[in-house]
Structures are given as C-alpha cells and as structure tokens.
C-alpha cells in the first residue's frame, strides 16, 4: 500500500496571506489527524477528522481550520498567516478503529 | 492535564551497544502507547507500541517497557546501528483517540 501523502513539500507565504495543504491518507484509512511540529513546542495536535467528521480538536485560534472528503482526504487551511505558524505540519492517518497513526512526510511552511 | 515527558533530550551511544531511552506520562488514565522515530527530514515513523494492560513487549531489536507505578516508557534498542539515529518520540493516548507526544530525545550513534 502507498504511504501517506502530503502536498505542497515546501510552501512559502508572508504574513496574512492564507494557505492550504493537503493530505491523502492510506488506502482504507477514514481517520487524519493533523499536527504542527516546530523545535520550541515539538508536536502539537491540531485536528483529527473521521468519516468527513472533526472528531477531536487541539488547542489552536480558529484561523485554524480542516475538512476531511469523502474519500478520506483531507485538507487544512491557515487564514491570516503570522510568523509563528511557520513549521512542519503532520498529517497521519489510522483506520480509526485501532490507535497506530502513520505519518506523511510533512508540508514545511515558511511565512516571511 | 495531560503530558508526556522525557527524562533525557540526548543520547549518545557507540555502535553495537544497547540503548534506552525513557519517557514518562503524567495521565494515569492512558491506555494505549506508541514510539515513533523520527529521521531528518521525514515524518515520525512507528516503531513498536504497548497497551496499559502489558508490561512488555518485543519487536524487531527493540522492546518497550512500561511502569504503570511509576508512569515510565522506555524503549529499548538492541545492537544500535548508524541507522538509528533519529529523534525518537514517546505518545500516549488519554481520551477521544488523542495522542499526546513528549518532546523527543536525539539519539546518535558513534561508529
């Protein structure tokens, strides 16, 4: 089965602009989870989306936001970019029903 | 609220010896843990996981422990290679399938 896949890679955006990143999960996995990964807060748990569903959410502003489609893939949109958003966002995906998260490579995010 | 901590931000081992790394967590009510790997440049990886109802459990070279006494993980890595390299990270899982992640700890391994 093919990984988890995350596009754009590599992403730069200056502040206020807004962006979207995308994640396809593994084939027959319903659950996404999103997180934000920088060197000062380590891994934070933004969103977790099931059966088209945001079933848990993290502690992040509302300029936050997620969609899940359905067929599984799901997208994040930050609105209203600031300096401090820019990191490595996670995605991972699960069959929703057992605990093991598989990880996509990641969307670094660079806002100048 | 809850929390997972690492008791060691780096570690440095000579090839071929064995390696433990250490985590605790703070929320007695989790029930299910997971070490994951992380290589430069790549997203977390799985290595081995352990529900609260084991004490033990053994993968390929690595085993993880858990001491619901006094709330530690530990992974163990047998024969470390250059290979491991790699930051690893311990999570658990408290409520609503939400996993929490420690910090991580850097291991590198000398030839």
């Known amino acids: 089965k093919a990984g988890v896949t995350q596009t754009p890679r590599y992403l730069i955006k200056t502040r206020g602009q807004q962006v979207t990143l995308s994640c396809s999960p593994i084939s027959g996995h319903r659950s996404v989870s999103w997180y934000q990964q920088t060197p000062g807060q380590g891994l934070q748990f933004l969103f977790e989306y099931f059966s088209e569903t945001q079933r848990n959410k993290g502690n992040f502003p509302g300029r936050f936001s997620g969609r899940q489609f359905s067929n599984s893939r799901s997208e994040m949109n930050v609105s209203t970019l600031e300096l401090g958003d820019s990191a490595l966002y996670l995605c991972?995906?699960?069959?929703?029903?057992?605990?093991?998260?598989?990880f996509g490579p990641g969307t670094r995010l660079l806002v100048l | 609220g809850e929390s997972v901590g690492l008791h060691l931000p780096t570690l440095s081992v000579q090839e071929g010896d064995n390696s433990i790394i250490n985590c605790a967590y703070s929320n007695s009510a989790s029930d299910y843990f997971i070490w994951y790997k992380q290589e430069s440049g790549k997203g977390p990886q799985f290595i081995i996981d352990?529900?609260?109802?084991?004490d033990k459990r053994q993968g390929q070279r690595v085993t993880v422990l858990l001491n619901k006494t006094v709330k530690h993980l530990s992974l163990q890595i047998a024969a470390t290679q250059p290979g491991d390299s790699a930051v690893y990270f311990c999570?658990?899982?408290?409520?609503?399938?939400?996993?929490?992640f420690g910090k991580g700890t850097l291991l590198t391994v000398n030839p």
């Open positions: 991972a995906s699960s069959t929703g029903s057992t605990e093991t998260q598989y």
């Open positions: 999570a658990e899982r408290g409520s609503n399938y939400k996993l929490t």
């Open positions: 352990i529900r609260s109802n084991m």
